[in-house]
């Protein structure tokens, strides 16, 4: 076993300078209970698909932590050691000795970003509106327009009446060349806070001369002030180079420089990217779509205004570098200006990301040692569940698992199957359905070990299953929010509770520029 350190030694290492990364081995349900705030999130049952994405170096400092209840972050440490890991930590008694030790935890999800854009609304003064002020300009008909900067699948969820989708880093290159008038008010939303400040101050930095302002408290703050929210619209900016694109590079660069943002050729990327000594990641951070036409190899989709929102999901080391690419520079030079506020990493942007060799299609990524296992496809599997001989067992989100599942179908976590197995028929062959389907093949091997029957994957998942027109069922309250240890449940995807989730939430967003003073450990620009 690797050794164990007291919360001080970790303390003293969040603030010695040299590379760190915590992982918390524990279902992401149970990490937003309470969790360290440099900590990321990863899970047992995703650590193969997550750590090798997370960990480019394997020699970096790792700490493993858990919640104090003990085995799950010495699991963790024993299977990053597989990955080849060699200095590996774990933080003795968890989470809850580093609270005895007069240390702060945080609740919540993606906090280092959220906890950053109340920071950024406090440093520069980020002008905002409430719900009542947004309608009433509205109804007015004030010169103005709504850009929602969260992703197009959170938008068709739920939007402001009139509201367009340009999200996060494609505001500042976006945003410019659908104003006609300089006077026009541009209002930016999101769900709740971070992105609605965050798209607001990015228009400000990237020098728009309209007024900006956030819309406070974004889509809860307009349903809790009584509001409706529109559902299922696709909204969303013209796709295209905008025919400003040099003058929006220009402003963006201005921001990226002041922050301290380098920028290299892909001839110096390579020089990087070949240095052991350091942890470097490399992020494209264009639309999905537009990654997928071509990208430099070996850089990994991270869309701009999602990698500043949820930084933790995608670098787990401190003090890492970090190079980012985009097809004109805007996006690049804005996303990097962030991050280098936001965590002070070491940030390069491509000047010619899209001059030579480049690649298409999202990498499946390799996972070493990957189990083997049977497959049997969606009309077979229908055809085995009508005559009883079947069970499936979805291993996918419980949130996706809720929108949609196979008939039948039971819903478990990787690191929960054993009471799942013993609960399943003895002399029916168990399917497992995933939407990954390496997630699948670690499951049904797992699975395979629990269970008498024979074990198979279904191929193409609960997808390839709805695709050959099969029905699906679905229920909002299976599992239960209790049971959903696998996610942070958003105010909205509860199921009781709702309205007083919101107003909790929102009031803990706000209060974590306190907390982040009581802990310490964040040089929010002190870059």
Known sequence: MPPKITPATLKSWLRDGAELAIL????EGEFSASHLFWAIPCPLSQ??????????????????????????????ASFLATLGCTDLHILAGGNAAWADAGYELFSGFNVPSKAFGEWV????????IDAAE?????AEGRDMIIVDSR?????????IPGAIDVPGAELAYRVPAMLERPTTTVVVNCAGRTRSILGAESLRRAGLPNPVVALRNGTMGWELAGFTCNRGRDDRYAPGTPADAAETLARARHFADQSGVRWITRAELAGLLADTSRTTHFFDVRDPAEYAEGHVPGAVSAPGGQLVQATDGWVATRHARIILADDTGTRAAMTGGWLRQLGGWEVFCLTDAMEGRLEAGHPAPAIPGLPKAATITAPDLAARLAAGGATVVDCGRSLAFRAGHIPGARWGVRTRLAPLAAGLPADRMVVVAAPDPNLAALAAAELAALHPAP?????????AWAAAGLPIAADRRDPPDEACID???????????VEAAMRDYLAWEIDLVHAVERDGDAPFGAW
């Open 24 to 27: 918390d081995a524990r279902e």
């Open 47 to 76: 650590a193969e698909l997550r750590a090798p994405r997370l960990l480019p170096r394997r020699a970096t400092r790792i700490v493993c932590v858990d919640g104090g209840e003990g085995g799950y972050a010495e699991r963790l």
């Open 121 to 128: 609304e406090h440093h520069y003064g980020t002008p905002s």
């Open 134 to 138: 947004l309608a009433a300009m509205q």
């Open 151 to 159: 992703p197009i699948g959170e938008f068709r969820a739920m939007s």
């Open 455 to 463: 074990v198979a994957v279904l191929e193409g998942g609960t997808a």
């Open 487 to 497: 996610t942070w449940l958003r105010p909205y995807d509860r199921n009781d509770g």
